[in-house]
């Protein structure tokens, strides 16, 4: 069974850089694109971009500016960096395999000084 | 950028009732990869359909996808208590996903 686990820091402060890292037990990153998507509280789902193992990326336009994504496939892990947060980023963030059809449970992030 | 509108916004039904939910695109969804997801309160979404169509594992029969192009549709027959959430449709086709802006299905 695929598992996700999101980490990082819970509190970031504005104008910092949010750094989260996606841990997958259970299979292999290979062959799979791996997602972060994030949910500001009562609101909806939005797609923020996604790694391929071999390190090709695409990113949401409305954030591409701010947004790294790396992998690690030794260690079973990628990554998301978004630069300059604001508390308009203070959401819940997930990552996700391909199809979005494993999800781990998220980690709220906040921004706020 | 495709762009996803579901409808309606909020659904009151009854358990035993039909759910049909609709998930719209601004443009034809290539190989219609479209999904559909329900998220209850506190979780992480579940996928329940692919490929417009195909039911993903351990998701109950009572859940079906359909459509094709732009129009897409997730139908819930016999409603169960554990059915009402908040559902949305996401499309994959592009290498930008978008996701409707939800439907929230609630007892009525």
């Known amino acids: 069974q695929v598992q996700l686990q999101e980490s990082g820091p819970r509190l970031v402060k504005p104008s910092e850089t949010l750094s989260l890292t996606c841990t997958v037990s259970?299979?292999?990153?290979?062959?799979?694109?791996w997602s972060w998507i994030r949910q500001p509280a009562g609101k909806g789902l939005e797609w923020i971009g996604r790694i391929y193992a071999s390190g090709n990326t695409n990113y949401n336009p409305s954030l591409n500016s701010r947004v790294t994504m790396s992998v690690d496939t030794s260690k079973k892990q990628f990554s998301l960096k978004l630069k300059s947060v604001t508390a308009a980023d203070t959401a819940v963030y997930y990552c996700?395999?391909?199809?979005?059809?494993?999800w781990g449970q998220g980690i709220l992030v906040t921004v706020s000084s | 950028e495709i762009v996803l509108t579901q409808s309606p916004g909020t659904l009151s039904l009854s358990p035993g009732q039909r759910a049909t939910l609709s998930c719209r695109a601004s443009?034809?969804?290539?190989?219609?990869?479209l999904a559909w997801y329900q998220q209850k309160l506190g979780q992480p979404p579940r996928l329940l359909i692919y490929g417009a169509t195909d039911r993903a594992s351990g998701i109950p029969d009572r859940f079906s996808g359909s459509g094709s192009g732009t129009d897409f549709t997730l139908t819930i027959t016999r409603l169960e208590p554990e059915d009402f959430a908040v559902y949305y449709c996401?499309?994959?086709?592009?290498?930008?996903?978008?996701f409707g802006q939800g439907t929230k299905l609630e007892i009525k």
């Open positions: 996700a395999r391909g199809v979005l059809d494993y």
């Open positions: 443009q034809s969804i290539t190989g219609n990869f």
């Open positions: 996401l499309q994959y086709g592009s290498s930008l996903y978008t």
């Open positions: 259970g299979g292999s990153l290979s062959n799979y694109y």
